[in-house]
Antibody
């Protein structure tokens, strides 16, 4: 069974960094791109960027370029999203999702940024 | 950046109704358009890929059509469990973008 399992909720102060994870199982992880999408409370979906696990190639949305890093650790089939210089408006649920059709989704990680 | 404009923003309907949601792209995206359903406090779920391709396990009442700049998601025979937000999404070019969403409420 294909699955993406994400790490738990995070509470951070403004200016801090956060690193959330997404462990893949049930399929050949290296064969599919892995994307990160976020959803602010009551809002729509926003694509942040992706990584191709086989090559390590990344592409980031311009809105986040310079502030996020997406990485992959093949030894644990896990993709990571690191966000630095957190702001209150980064408070959102962050999802990882597979392939360009977004056919498998993680359960979401709630990140709250508050002083 | 390709902008996806969904309409309507909100629909309140009764069961067995036919639902039509439109997604318009600011540029030609061929068939690189996908539809998702998101229920409250759940992750989105892929309903239709590449404009009209069905997904295993998704009820046949969900169908998609369109090409280029205008796409449609149709629900033939709305059921109570279909109350959700629906989003279109394009993968023709980066940055990948989503429509603003359509909320479907059951009266």
């Amino acid at each position: 069974q294909m699955q993406l399992v994400q790490s738990g909720s995070e509470l951070k102060k403004p200016g801090a960094s956060v690193k959330i994870s997404c462990e893949a199982s049930g399929y050949t992880v290296s064969s599919y791109a892995l994307h990160w999408v976020r959803q602010a409370p009551g809002q729509g979906l926003e694509w942040m960027g992706w990584i191709m696990p086989r090559t390590g190639e990344t592409i980031y949305a311009r809105a986040f370029s310079g502030r996020i890093v997406i990485s992959f650790d093949a030894s644990v089939s896990t993709t990571f999203l690191q966000i630095s210089s957190l702001r209150a408006d980064d408070s959102a649920v962050y999802y990882c999702t597979r392939s360009n059709e977004f056919d498998v989704w993680g359960q979401g990680t709630n990140v709250t940024v508050s002083s | 950046e390709i902008v996806l404009t969904q309409s309507p923003d909100f629909q309140s309907l009764t069961t067995k109704d036919k639902v039509t949601i439109t997604c318009r792209a600011s540029q030609n995206i061929g068939r690189s358009l996908h539809w998702y359903q998101q229920k409250p406090n759940q992750s989105p779920k892929l309903l239709i890929k590449f404009a009209s391709q069905s997904i295993l396990g998704v009820p046949s009442r969900f169908t998609g059509s369109g090409y280029g700049t205008v796409f449609t998601l149709t629900i033939n025979g709305l059921e109570a469990e279909d109350a959700a937000a629906y989003y279109c999404h394009q993968t023709a070019t980066t940055p990948l973008t989503f429509g603003g969403g359509t909320k479907v409420q059951i009266k």
